[in-house]
């Protein structure tokens, strides 16, 4: 990761980080409801040796992704905080990365009973892995809702963080109209003032003449002293 990278740069990092562990993990829960719901017949005779590789290069995936989240946002936490959106803006990616550990950390914890619910339900009937398979779609779905629901807020903050942007520079615009109308104002008060300044850019501008003569004159002096 480079070492200067800016606050804008570790932001768009951090976005583009959170939106790939998100999809990641609607795939890495669906995948552990795959494994969880058996094909049929006793979970004895069903091959789960290659969803299971699946499942544990995907969670260590998404670990590793977890981690660079981690790092941006220790990074961002390290850069100078100006004004109050950017604090807010640095929390919310601090409770986003807490939010998806806690369903990376939930969706390996459901698996690891799966397996051992496996290994003490061997007999069990199909109509058991059906209500299983039932109940975990229900869970996959909720989840999905859920993270629509978090993409609803994070852009809802954004359209804050623009509003409180525009509502600030349009204060700045205003207090630098107030003072140009008082400029205005006093010019208009005090006339002598403009005609002092009026008097002083004909005196400097007679200035620059009169060098501007007294220069020429003694380049051509020269000119002339160098080939006579």
Known sequence: MAAALSYTDLRKQARHLENEID????????????????????????????EENT??????????????????????????????????????HREILADLSRDFKKINSQHE???????????SSDSSYRTDGINNRRDIYLKENQHIINSDHLVNEQIAIAMETREHLTGQRQT?????????????????????????????????????????????????YTFN
């Open 113 to 123: 009973s799966r397996r051992e619910r496996e290994d003490l339900l061997r007999g």
């Open 55 to 92: 499942f544990e290069a995907m969670s260590a995936e998404i670990e590793q992704l977890l981690n660079k989240l981690s790092q941006v946002n220790e990074r961002l936490s390290e850069q100078p905080v100006s004004g109050g959106a950017m604090l807010h803006t640095i929390q919310r």
């Open 176 to 224: 630098l109209k107030k003072l140009q109308t008082r400029f205005n104002d006093i010019s208009n008060k005090y006339p002598i003032i403009n005609s002092l300044i009026s008097r002083i850019n004909i005196r400097k501008r007679r200035d620059s003449i009169i060098i501007g003569f007294v220069v020429a004159f003694c380049t051509i002096l020269i000119l002339c």
């Open 23 to 50: 999809l990641k993990l609607v795939a890495f829960s669906k995948l552990e409801a795959g494994i969880k719901t058996p094909h049929g017949g006793h979970a004895d005779t069903v091959p789960l040796l290659s």
